[in-house]
């Protein structure tokens, strides 16, 4: 029954999306996201560079056994020190979130939701957030790093992405008096309040949508940035990894990603390919898109070259990385680049890939 439902959802979407499109072919504008003046009044939470630090005192025994699909919420504090000094101590609850990073196999620390049960009451630097997914260590502070910088590399391509703050978390467990831990982490800005910076919407997860039926512009965009990062872990029709932004009724959705912790730029230790794609390591790139045009694939190759140095200087003016890391990031763009930029390679890699997947294409779930 439930199936039939999403079903029907999902036609009756189809026919409305086939509709809009015929009326504003002609008329739809680009979203990439690109200096949309909209962006002016962005929280400053989430544009900071710096560094966030605070600390979190918690009941870690009881949050790290308390695993599966509906994991409770646990009473916690939020520490930090405000602009003059002052220490501040916000009410929170948190909980674990993730799938496989549950593992303790997997993730020593597992991902966090950190929730604000008074929604801005007590006054602080988080305002009316009411719930930040935080992305801790797992095994090791670099690949909080790497992942946190994959986000900025989409936020240099366009507005119509996830933010993210860097942080410094000292871990305080309030129920022994075991010595604090300090690690570095990143909270992601809350999708409802992406979309909204956006003037958009988030299309219910429910309704099935392909990537035929998302924004073409948007959609080469982020399969070719994808391939750039190294990435196979998404999928649209499942909306696993991928938020669908909609802008008003006559517009397609426009794709959003999020959660690369099994990208090849990222290399986290227990990444690995879903094996149906026939890849052995996260570190060979696979294109996942379908065919576009040959004008769309000369637009994204000519965005992609303009936004060259925007995107190797998220590495190389990133005060918190070591010379190594940043080697290692970019070798691995000068490599996208080669086959971005050579005729051949392009059209061996990318076009007849994209064709092959228009005839038969394998769909990732992921592990929701």
């Avoid at 620390?109 to 719930?131: C, E, V, W, Y």
């Avoid at 391939?227 to 872990?233: A, K, S, V």
């Avoid at 990603?257 to 990444?271: C, E, I, Q």
């Avoid at 996208?336 to 994209?354: A, C, H, M, Q, W």
Wanted: hydrophobic share 40%; charged share 20%.
């Amino acid at each position: 029954m439930r199936k039939a439902l999403y079903l029907l959802a999902s036609l009756s979407w189809l026919l409305t999306q086939q509709l809009a499109q015929a009326q504003a072919q002609t008329s739809e504008a680009p979203a990439t996201g690109l200096a949309n003046p909209q962006t002016a009044a962005e929280e400053a939470f989430f544009t900071n560079e710096k560094e966030l630090r605070f600390t979190l005192h918690l009941p870690l025994d009881e949050l790290l056994k308390d695993k599966g699909r509906k994991p409770v919420l646990h009473n916690a504090a939020l520490q930090y020190q405000d602009a003059v000094g002052a220490t501040r101590m916000v009410p929170v609850q948190v909980k674990l979130r993730g799938h496989r990073r549950q593992d303790p196999a997997v993730c020593q620390f597992p991902p966090l939701l950190i929730h604000f049960p008074d929604n801005g009451a007590h006054p602080s630097m988080f305002g009316k957030m009411a719930d930040l997914k935080l992305t801790t260590h797992c095994r090791a502070d670099n690949y909080v790093l790497r992942e946190y910088l994959v986000y900025k590399l989409y936020n240099a391509l366009t507005d119509m992405s996830f933010r993210v703050r860097l942080c410094l978390v000292t871990y305080q467990d309030m129920n022994s008096r075991q010595k604090a831990t300090v690690h570095q982490a990143f909270l992601l800005e809350e999708a409802s309040a992406m979309a909204q910076r956006n003037k958009a919407t988030i299309v219910p997860k429910p309704l099935i949508i392909g990537m035929q039926y998302t924004h073409q512009e948007s959609m080469a965009m982020l399969t070719l940035f994808q391939y750039m990062i190294g990435n196979t872990d998404w999928s649209v029709p499942y909306r696993h990894n991928i938020r669908l932004l909609k802008a008003d009724g006559y517009a397609a959705p426009v794709p959003v990603p999020y959660d690369f912790d099994y990208a090849g730029l990222v290399m986290a230790p227990y990444a690995e390919p879903p094996q149906q794609l026939g890849i052995t390591s996260v570190r060979q790139r696979l294109f996942r898109g379908y065919n576009f045009t040959e004008e769309l694939y000369t637009k994204m190759r000519a965005l992609f070259n303009e936004r060259r140095a925007a995107l190797y200087n998220v590495y190389l003016s990133c005060e918190y990385l070591n010379r190594d890391e940043k080697a290692f990031a970019t070798q691995f763009l000068d490599e996208f680049y080669d086959t971005l930029n050579d005729p051949k390679e392009f059209e061996r890699s990318i076009v007849r890939v994209g064709r092959r997947n228009e005839k038969q294409y394998i769909s990732i779930k992921g592990y929701d």
